[in-house]
């Protein structure tokens, strides 16, 4: 599927999952796209769960939802650390008044819960964030991808290839 050329933010904190940062990284490079990684300091090497290191492109701080197309925000324990810093819930509360697709997944949804932006949509998400995305308002789905708008969800890294593919359709399309 050609894809017209679209610039995508990645989160990127200490703690992340591996594979939900990469995996959807290298795909979307093998479709054209521009990845860049943000994280709390430019420049900054975190390592996942698994000790894997990614270098942050881009600081939060200089980062405007205005120079995105769309945001990823992998899981692991990484959004527990986005959550209570409130410059990435403004950023994901921004993209979400833009309308740009967000998509989170695993744990990347508590971030959604922090940034306020789950009442009244569908999603879904690793099984242990259940509840905590039922209370921020969500319908809950257990399957391993969801589309609400913009909003695109997935529960595990056995989901990504249907999350990078609603990710592309949703691209193609925006």
Known sequence: MAVPRKRIGILVEFNYEDLELWYPLLRLREEGMETVTIG???DMTYKSKNGYPCK???DIESTSPADLDALIIPGGWAPDYWRRDKRFVDLVRCMFEAEKPVAAIC???WLLVSANVLRGRQCTCFHSLKDDVINAGAQYQDTS???DGN???SRVP???PDFCKALLTQLHFS
């Open 40 to 42: 709390p300091q430019k």
């Open 56 to 58: 942050a492109d881009l």
């Open 107 to 109: 744990h990347g949804p």
């Open 145 to 147: 991808v969801v589309v």
């Open 151 to 153: 909003l695109i969800t």
């Open 158 to 160: 056995a989901d990504l």
